[in-house]
């Protein structure tokens, strides 16, 4: 299977030729890198470490209505024409950052710059960190069985087909939770597999941003449709001050969330989805992430 499955994202990695010549539209080498760093540093940058499906649209049009604030989802210069080399190649991942991604942030005019999305904790989120830029991170959450349903009715799986390599990791790639024998599972066993890795990577990514001088906050869409939460996330993301209008918000968060983003087409039926998931635990072998998971989600 794995040689199988290495011949068929070579195809995928040629066929993604004409996005790597849009990209390099957006290319922009830093004559000096550490100033580059520093115009970076000196706004508020708000990331998200999500595994997608869990309301990155939603939180997008929230964070729009922040004073000064730029907020955009997957924006150009994006991450997908570099993401499946990325995994294997981190100085990739850097220069990407350096050449792309960094100087367009610094380019924005305002001082508060949120992107959300689900493709920056795929080996973007420390060479950031190690160019001593430290983001606020949105660790947006739902429950792996959702997340594992939704990305099902969108015919995305990891490793098969178009979508499934374009956006998401898939088991071969390097630092993920093992799935032995992934070839043979079933696509909504693969992505239940998926939504357990980002929550790993939630749950370990954490230190490494504090410990940068990041910021973390937790949180789902469902509880960002409560107002109040909603501000005291955008207060302790920076996006909100003492001076802010906070009455105006109120009323553009009601507007924002009477709306259903980027909804799912029909769902795709599962046989006995308890069953499935619990052989993926098994070939997982992580009780630790387990217990983990199933305390975030109970009740």
């Known amino acids: 299977m794995s040689v199988l499955f290495r011949l068929r994202e070579r195809a995928f990695l040629a066929r993604q030729r004409g996005r790597l010549e849009r990209l390099a539209a957006y290319r922009r080498p830093a004559l000096d890198v ?21 309301g990155t649209t939603f939180l997008t049009h929230l964070f729009a209505l922040c004073p000064d604030t730029t907020s955009l989802h997957e924006p150009e210069p994006s991450f997908v ?30 001082r508060r710059y949120v992107e959300t999305g ?25 429950a792996p069985r959702r997340v594992a349903a939704s990305l099902l009715s969108r015919h995305t799986v990891p490793g098969r087909g178009k979508l499934g390599l374009k956006y ?24 239940f597999w998926y939504a357990l890795e980002m929550e790993r990577r939630q749950r370990d990514e954490r230190a490494p941003v504090e410990a940068a001088g990041g910021g973390w ?12 939460r909603f501000l005291a996330v955008a207060r ?52 630790d992430l387990r217990a983990w998971v199933e305390s975030r989600y109970a009740g």
């Open 168 to 191: 998401l990791l898939h088991p071969l790639d390097p630092g993920v939770l093992p799935l032995p024998d992934w070839g043979r599972r079933s696509d909504y066993q693969c992505c």
């Open 236 to 287: 302790a993301l920076q996006l909100v001050d003492d001076a802010t209008a906070v009455a105006a918000l109120r009323v553009g968060h009601a507007r924002v969330a009477g709306v259903t983003h980027n909804p799912n087409a029909a769902a795709v039926p599962v046989a006995d989805a308890a069953a499935q998931e619990e052989a993926v635990w098994a070939a997982v072998r992580r009780p």
């Open 81 to 110: 024409p570099v993401l499946r080399r990325a995994q294997h190649e981190p100085d990739l991942a850097r220069r990407f950052l350096l050449e792309y991604k960094l100087p367009f942030i610094a380019g924005v005019a305002t």
């Open 217 to 228: 906050v937790d949180v789902t869409a469902e509880e960002l449709h409560e107002p109040e």
């Open 34 to 54: 550490p100033a580059l760093c520093a115009a970076v540093r000196r706004k508020t940058v708000v990331l998200t470490v999500t595994g997608g499906r869990t």
């Open 118 to 142: 689900h493709l920056w904790c795929k080996g973007f989120l420390a060479p950031l960190l190690a160019l001593g830029i430290a983001p606020q991170v949105v660790a947006l959450r739902r």
